[in-house]
């Protein structure tokens, strides 16, 4: 049996033990002023990044897939991508010195597990440039960087998004395999190997 593994996976490494573990990245000094700080549109955020967490949690706990937690996850993502949508449109993407450190991770969420492919694609230029001014985390530009990557059928460059293949683990194809541990500390991720065993200790048997 070969599954695909991306629903689960995000919530993990977005889990904040997880990113405190992670060494930081060394992006560059912003070039231009930082955006006020909008408290509203980050308390926003962080609602709907708990709600987008919530819905998956059934899953995590080793449930069956209900179809009514399908229909209830596909409803909240669709509804978390128009609004994130409109605030891209409108402001631009949000990052921490917009909505502070956790409505970025809430932001995060929602493009991550957005059903628009389109509007993911979209939006990863506006993640890098924000990596490099330091005001996105290198782990979200690359795992929404793979996860294009992956959806577009091309190999992967930081090694996040993996596959369940006969009940375990396997990592997608990774292009330049050899330097995929280089790639990951330049965005500020552990090297693969740990990486897997983040997954094993996490989910163990408990594969949805």
């Not at 700080?37 to 708990?50: M, V």
């Not at 449109?89 to 932001?107: I, L």
């Not at 091309?154 to 996040?160: A, H, I, N």
């Amino acid at each position: 049996m070969h599954r695909s593994f991306a629903l689960a996976l995000t919530l993990v490494l977005a889990a904040p033990a997880i990113v405190a573990a992670q060494s930081a990245a060394t992006p560059s000094t912003p070039s231009t002023p930082a955006p006020a700080r909008d408290e509203a549109l980050r308390a926003a955020l962080i609602s709907r990044g708990r709600e987008d967490q919530a819905v998956r949690e059934v899953f995590l706990a080793g449930h069956h897939q209900d179809t009514t937690d399908l229909r209830r996850m596909a409803d909240v993502d669709a509804d978390n991508t128009n609004f994130l949508k409109k605030v891209v449109a409108e402001r631009g993407w949000p990052g921490q010195s917009m909505v502070g450190k956790d409505g970025a991770q809430a932001a995060f969420l929602i493009v991550q597990h957005s059903p628009d492919t389109a509007f993911q694609a979209k939006v990863l230029p506006l993640l890098e440039k924000g990596f490099a001014a330091g005001d996105v985390e290198g782990q979200h530009y690359a795992l929404l960087a793979d996860r294009v990557a992956v959806q577009r059928g091309q190999p992967q460059l930081y090694g996040t998004q993996a596959s369940v293949v006969h009940g375990r683990f396997v990592l997608n194809p990774i292009a330049d395999s050899a330097n995929v541990d280089a790639r990951r500390a330049k965005v500020g991720m552990p090297p693969v190997a740990a990486y897997m065993r983040i997954l094993d200790s996490v989910y163990g048997t408990r594969v949805p």
